[in-house]
């Protein structure tokens, strides 16, 4: 069998180059991962796009009335695809430091010792898998800089934080600004001596029972240690007791897919700090981040599946950033089942843990582009799904198949080094065979079939981007009443 890879390991290959020199926590695919990383290095010698995308629009601002230490964190808007950013940082027309190996909206500037004067300028652009520039630069900004201002240090969690700088107008109501960029509404009524947390406004399609935590680095950071707790802490500074803590993991990376399911009536919280090369932290735990995954809320519609499922895409994008995730253009809420790397035998095989729980009483199911680029056979994978199926059924579930989309060999091979079973586009016909047989939604309304799936659409060649996300969910927002007219015979 081949071996199989999904967004989350290459995160990791992607962050190699962050960690020379410091502790590496390579799992299994370790091997598989420098392969890549060097395909990925091997790349950049690729022209440059004809046309570029507008220039990423900054959001950090420091004036000359709020001014930055030495110790700053520079944000701007995402680039729809982002791969990788370049930052360069300048002083007198001058660049002193630049980076092209950025793989968020932020960074985390410490300024040199030599550093003089009371500002510099920023611009940043986004890069494609070759590591060439997808956009201009953006305007310079100007930082304004105090010796004296000595902020908190701990590396900032995105999950939900881009949605407070979308267009989404009510997600950002009443919030105020620190730096230029909104700062989340912390809980009321938090009881004296404990840290309240972060909430954010609910969007559709942003609950999953397999969490992705996601941050910008602190410099130096070698190390990051997760903590998922039970309920709110009481210091910053501190670990929480083990009493709260549910779970206790660690990461070299930008972001954590998460081992352990979380599933609980209650809210969660996960909170990250930074540790240097000694295991010594720098700064403090972010401000806890409350997230709920409760099995008493009723979900009339679940989503079960691999990575496409789970979220993430164009290779950096992970399901954190819910702009890779279809269920959050969906007219209808849903509860997120999928779970990255999944082979449609790993999907049958979790539904009674991971579904059941939940109960929803439709359930959209695509799963198999794992197995199918591999060396599973056709009727294997049917035979998975149609026991899927079954297992719906004899628990009252509806079930909702997707067409599976095509897969691009070439880019699957640019992007990960690995091979793609040569029958995969008969598989994939005999597979979409079946699940038309089905109750299904139809995504070859929005993408073409007998062909490899086109670059514009998926970046690493399968895992679709923002638009081809998009797509999937205007296919089953344009087909669901159709689905209900077959369950229900409207």
């Not at 779970?247 to 919280?269: I, N």
């Not at 699940?435 to 139809?442: A, D, N, S, V």
Request: glycine share 6%; proline share 8%; charged share 20%.
């Amino acid at each position: 069998m081949h071996p199989l890879f999904h967004t989350k390991w290459f995160h990791a290959v992607l962050a190699g180059v962050l960690l020379a020199g410091g502790v590496a926590m390579w799992n299994v695919l370790a091997c598989t991962q420098c392969r890549a990383y060097a395909a990925f290095q091997g790349a950049t010698a690729a022209a440059a796009p004809a046309v570029l995308l507008p220039a990423p629009v900054p959001i950090s601002d420091y004036p000359k009335s709020d001014p930055a230490g030495r110790n700053l964190f520079l944000r701007w808007h995402k680039v729809r695809d982002d791969v990788a950013y370049e930052l360069r940082l300048m002083q007198d027309g001058k660049v002193f430091f630049s980076s092209q190996h950025i793989y968020v909206n932020g960074f985390h500037v410490v300024l040199p010792a030599d550093f003089k004067g009371n500002s510099f300028e920023w611009q940043v652009r986004a890069l494609n898998l070759d590591l060439q520039p997808t956009t201009a630069f953006s305007q310079s900004r100007r930082v304004y800089v105090d010796p004296k201002v000595n902020p908190v240090i701990y590396p900032i969690p995105m999950n939900g934080r881009n949605l407070l700088e979308d267009t989404d107008l009510g997600a950002r109501a009443g919030l105020p600004k620190k730096n230029g960029a909104y700062v989340p509404a912390r809980a009321e009524n938090v009881p004296a001596g404990l840290v309240a947390p972060e909430v954010f406004p609910h969007h559709n399609g942003t609950t999953a029972i397999n969490q992705v935590y996601k941050w910008i680095r602190v410099n130096g950071g070698e190390t990051y240690e997760i903590e998922v707790l039970n309920s709110l802490p009481a210091s910053d500074a501190e670990p929480a007791p083990a009493e709260k803590v549910i779970e206790r993991a660690y990461s070299t990376h930008f972001d954590l897919y998460d081992p352990q399911k979380q599933v609980s009536s209650q809210p969660m919280y996960w909170r990250v700090r930074a540790l240097d090369a000694q295991g010594r932290p720098i700064g403090v735990f972010c401000p806890p981040q409350q997230f709920e995954t409760n099995p008493r809320k009723h979900y009339t519609v679940g989503t079960l599946g691999d990575s496409i499922t789970h979220g993430g895409g164009s290779v950096s994008g992970a399901p954190s950033d819910w702009e890779y995730d279809y269920q959050s253009y969906l007219k209808f809420d849903t509860i997120n089942l999928g779970q990255s790397g999944d082979t449609s035998e790993a999907t049958l095989a979790r539904f009674e843990d991971d579904v059941l729980p939940f109960h929803p009483e439709y359930l959209i199911i695509m799963t198999g582009s794992n197995s199918l680029r591999a060396s599973y056979s056709a009727r294997s994978i049917i035979g998975d799904l149609d026991a899927i199926r079954q297992k719906c059924v004899d628990n009252g579930i509806k079930p909702v198949f997707l067409t599976i989309p095509p897969i691009n060999p070439d880019n699957i091979a640019k992007a990960f080094n690995e091979p793609t079973d040569p029958a995969w586009m008969s598989k994939l016909a005999k597979i979409n065979a079946y699940i038309r047989t089905q109750p299904h939604i139809e995504l070859y309304t929005k993408f073409t079939e007998n062909q490899a799936l086109p670059t514009s659409l998926a970046i690493d060649g399968l895992h679709v981007g923002v638009e081809g996300k998009r797509l999937m969910a205007e296919a089953i927002n344009e087909q669901w009443d159709d689905v209900l007219a077959r369950y229900y015979g409207n």
